[in-house]
């Protein structure tokens, strides 16, 4: 099992910015596919950013040139750096560890921490 913990959620006002981030522990290789998703009230989760192991990223096209997502892998840490924030990023915010074994994969989730712009 993997466990991941999230902090650095809060309240923020519009154009500001916060800085998320997940440690992981137990069962964890390090050459998990990490991830941050959001889930808005109403909707769906949604991706907004991946980094592999060896630093190759991917954005949805909502934060692109907004959020930055980074990881340190001797510490196991993975964040997300969130600027010019706007209202319609307030969520619960969800780090997501994806490893892959020799058939499938497997999904670690963390508890969430909320974001909300507003001022």
């Known amino acids: 099992q993997v466990q991941l913990v999230e902090s650095g959620g809060g309240l923020v006002q519009p154009g500001g910015s916060l800085r998320l981030s997940c440690a992981a522990s137990?069962?964890?290789?390090?050459?998990?596919?990490m991830g941050w998703y959001r889930q808005a009230p109403g909707k769906e989760r949604e991706l907004a950013a991946t980094?592999?192991?060896?630093?190759?990223?991917r954005y949805a096209d909502s934060v692109k040139g907004r959020f930055t997502i980074s990881r340190d892998n001797a510490k196991n840490t993975v964040f997300l750096q969130m600027n010019s924030l706007k209202p319609e990023d307030t969520a619960v915010y969800y780090c997501?560890?994806?490893?892959?074994?020799?058939?499938?994969?497997?999904?670690?989730w963390g508890q969430g921490t909320q974001v909300t712009v507003s001022s």
């Open positions: 997501n560890a994806r490893h892959f074994g020799a058939i499938g994969y497997s999904d670690y």
């Open positions: 137990g069962r964890f290789f390090g050459g998990e596919l």
């Open positions: 980094i592999t192991s060896g630093g190759s990223t």
